[in-house]
């Protein structure tokens, strides 16, 4: 059982996004704002072949993806 719950955390860490030196989630959402409208949710999440750092707003307007670095708009979705 403990060999068990060793192996599950080890798991868990392998999967954690390494984001070190990111703005808060308060700066990206401020950021995110003006495109987005009412923001309904936000994660910070990482690209996986060249480990950049970002976060993904979603709100009624669209979907921004901020850089996690200097909280300038990388992309942007609008609903349709």
Do not use: P, W
Request: a positive charge.
């Amino acid at each position: 059982m403990k060999l068990l719950s060793i192996l599950l955390f080890a798991i868990t860490l392998s999967f954690a996004i390494e984001c070190g030196n990111v703005i808060s989630i308060e700066q990206a959402i401020n950021h995110a704002k003006q495109y987005v409208g009412t923001v309904q949710s936000s994660q910070l999440s990482q690209n996986k072949k060249t480990g950049e750092c970002y976060y993904r707003i979603r709100g009624t307007e669209g979907t921004a993806l901020i850089d996690a670095r200097d909280g300038k708009l990388l992309r942007f979705y609008r609903k349709r």
